[in-house]
C-alpha cells in the first residue's frame, strides 16, 4: 500500500530565505504525488502535482517540487518565502490503482520576519 | 471554486448517538472521499466511492459506514459516536472529468463534529 512520510512536523524560516519541505513516498508502482496547502480555518486546495511527466513540477505561488525516483523524494520548495506562506502543507500519494489518495502527516510552516 | 457543500458545518453530540454528516456536490465527478484530519495525524482517509453505490475502506474504516445513493451525494454515518471520533471531517471530490480519476483533490469547507 502506498504511504507518505513528511520530515518535520514544523519548518520556520525567515521571510525572504528558502522554503524546502521534505516528502518521502512508497508506492509498489510509479505513483501521482502531490502537495497540497492548508490555510487556517479552511479546506486544502491543491499546490501542484506529478503525474509522470515533467519531473520538475511548478505550481502555484512560486513552489515547485521535484520528482525523485531514486531516492522516492517529492521535495516542496520556493526560493523566497513570503509571510502569506505560513500555512500547513500537506503530501499525497496516489498509485492510481484503487483510487485511493493517501496524505502525509502534514508539516506547519512558519515565516519570521 | 468547486461546488462542495458539507452539512452540518458543526455539531456537539454525546457518546452513543448516531450522526450522519452529508456531502453535496454539483460537479457530477464521479469519486468523493471522506476524510478526517486530527492534530499530529495529518488527513486520514475513512472511505471513498468510485461511483454511485460503489464504496470502499480508508484507512480508518472502522466504526463509520459511508452510503452514496446518487452521484451528487455522500452520506458518512458514526453509528454510535465515541470521544476518539471528535474531529474535523472533510469530503473531497476528484477529477475533471466524470470517468477519469486525475487524483486533483476539491476539498468541501469541512464539518467539526464533537462528541462528548
Known amino acids: 500500500a502506498q504511504s507518505v512520510t513528511q520530515l518535520g512536523s514544523h519548518v520556520s524560516v525567515s521571510e525572504g530565505a528558502l522554503v524546502l519541505l521534505r516528502c518521502n513516498y512508497s508506492?509498489?508502482?510509479?505513483?501521482?504525488l502531490f502537495w497540497y496547502v492548508q490555510y487556517p480555518n479552511q479546506g486544502l486546495q491543491l499546490l501542484l502535482k506529478y503525474t509522470s511527466a515533467a519531473t520538475l513540477v511548478k505550481g502555484i505561488n512560486g513552489f515547485e517540487a521535484e520528482f525523485k525516483k531514486s531516492e522516492t523524494s517529492f521535495h516542496l520548495t520556493k526560493p523566497s518565502a513570503h509571510m502569506s506562506d505560513a500555512a500547513e502543507y500537506f503530501c499525497a500519494v496516489s498509485d492510481g490503482r484503487d483510487d485511493k489518495i493517501i496524505f502525509g502527516k502534514g508539516t506547519r510552516l512558519h515565516i519570521l520576519p | 471554486d468547486a461546488g462542495i457543500t458539507q452539512s452540518p458545518r458543526h455539531k456537539v453530540t454525546e457518546t452513543g448517538t448516531p450522526v450522519t454528516l452529508r456531502c453535496h456536490q454539483t460537479e457530477n465527478h464521479r469519486y468523493m472521499y471522506w476524510y478526517r484530519q486530527d492534530p499530529g495525524h495529518g488527513l486520514r482517509l475513512i472511505h471513498y466511492s468510485y461511483g454511485v453505490k460503489d464504496t470502499d475502506k480508508g484507512e480508518v474504516s472502522d466504526g463509520y459506514s459511508v452510503s452514496r445513493s446518487k452521484t451528487e451525494d455522500f452520506l458518512l454515518t458514526l453509528e454510535s459516536a465515541t470521544s476518539s471520533q471528535t474531529s474535523v471531517y472533510f469530503c473531497?471530490?476528484?477529477?475533471?472529468?466524470?470517468?477519469?480519476?486525475?487524483?486533483?483533490?476539491?476539498f468541501g469547507e469541512g464539518s467539526r463534529l464533537t462528541v462528548l
Open positions: 508506492s509498489s508502482v510509479p505513483p501521482y
Open positions: 473531497a471530490i476528484s477529477g475533471i472529468s466524470n470517468t477519469a480519476n486525475t487524483g486533483e483533490l476539491f
